[in-house]
């Protein structure tokens, strides 16, 4: 058993924490501000050839592994969870579905464009009425001739208003046992297909979050994505590799968070001495370093397994809900070591605090995971 970084491993983790702190952080908080998107941000990623981090160099990758791409979120979240969010939706969920299931074509066609960073990826699973339940799905497609005829609509997703095309899922069979669900790739300048960016949000303002509404969009037959019925096995799949990245996601908040509280400790001062000597506050900053070791420890074993091509969907459960409810924890508590200050916009905890609930719910919320969990041991 080996808990060292490989080489390349350790040279990833430098550049991303260079480019983070260089390139990422010092615009992070007017970003958030403004709500605008970093586009320059992952054009430079993608000058970096990093847009592709964990897929073969054939296809526009780095040839990289899954504990290079949770080290990648991690070192962009801990400054920036906007950035974060959208870089690992880019890669877990935009790029890996056509990547674990497309055609060599449809590789070629719209992989090669995603990891060079000249769209951004997307998703489209979650619904009005189906986000936990996601076997819910109401929209629809309706084979005629070559074409399929797809109408409905999808919310919650990230990076559609700055993709070329992305994976959606939708109905194409009603039978006794449950709805036939298919994925589909879509070009998002479609006629009949809307992407509407008017959600007003709590954290991760920087990320764009979007509604897709689809009425009567023909795509051709060749635009599906693996096999007719087999969609909903498919995002299972999307959505375990997802969750690595969600929990990377939260460690590199949480990261960010710590590193804050415990500069502040250190700097400020009560009753004639740093707070950091008062051992209420090194007992706060002992756990959070203690838990969000715990945490990036279970995320890289679950990219580990992944990588080893094992299954992997009880750790990347569990290393989801632990980060994300560990993270949360860690903020909170950031917030309260700043006092007052931790409530004011120019202190980044603020940011943290507000930016980091999300991982408590995207990929599956804290519930969905006890779930997977509680299925995986058998109950």
């Known amino acids: 058993m080996d808990f060292d970084l490989t080489e390349e491993q350790r040279m990833i983790r430098k550049l991303l924490r260079d480019f983070a702190e260089g390139e990422v952080a010092p615009g992070a908080d007017e970003r958030d501000r403004t709500k605008v ?4 941000v992952f054009k430079k990623m993608a000058d970096l050839n990093m847009m592709g981090l964990p897929f073969p160099e054939e296809y526009g990758g780095a040839g990289a592994d899954s504990i290079s791409f949770a080290i990648a979120v991690e070192e962009l979240s801990r400054v920036c969870a906007s950035t974060g969010i959208s870089y690992s939706a ?3 969920l935009g790029c890996a579905p056509l990547y674990l299931f497309g055609t ?8 090669v464009p995603l990891c060079r960073g000249e769209t951004m990826g997307a998703f489209g699973l979650t619904e009005p009425g189906a986000g936990s339940d996601a076997g819910g799905t109401r929209t629809t497609a309706v084979k005629e001739g070559d074409e399929w005829v797809i109408n409905g609509s999808k919310c919650f997703i990230t990076n559609a208003s700055y993709s070329d095309f992305l994976a959606l899922t939708a109905v194409t069979s009603k039978e006794p046992e449950g709805p036939e669900i298919t994925a589909f790739i879509v070009p998002t300048d479609t006629e009949g297909f809307q992407v509407i960016d008017n959600y007003i949000k709590l954290g991760l303002h920087s990320s764009n979050t979007t509604e897709l509404v689809l009425e009567d969009v023909r795509i051709p037959h060749q635009n599906i994505l693996g096999e007719v019925g087999h969609g909903f096995k498919q995002f299972l799949v999307t959505l375990d590799g997802g ?8 460690v590199g908040i949480a990261q960010g968070a710590y ?3 415990l500069q502040y400790a250190r700097e400020r001062t009560q009753f004639g001495q740093s707070i950091s000597k008062f051992q209420v506050i090194q007992h706060k900053l002992a756990d959070m370093a203690m838990n969000i070791e715990l945490a990036r420890n279970m995320v890289y074993k679950a990219a580990w397994l992944k990588d080893c091509g094992r299954r992997f969907t009880k750790e990347a459960s569990i290393c989801k809900l632990f980060a994300s409810e ?6 909170d508590q950031a917030v309260q070591i700043h006092g007052g200050y931790g409530y004011m916009h120019d202190y980044r905890v603020e940011r943290f605090f507000r930016d980091v609930k999300l991982t408590e719910i995207g990929e599956g ?3 969905i995971q006890r779930m997977v969990i509680a299925r995986e041991i058998g109950c």
């Open 243 to 250: 969750r690595i990245g969600i929990g990377a996601m939260a």
């Open 104 to 111: 060599e074509e449809q590789k070629k066609e719209y992989l």
């Open 37 to 40: 998107f970093p586009r320059d």
């Open 326 to 331: 560990m993270a949360m924890r860690v903020c």
């Open 90 to 92: 880019h890669v877990s």
């Open 365 to 367: 919320t804290s519930e």
């Open 259 to 261: 590193e804050a509280a």
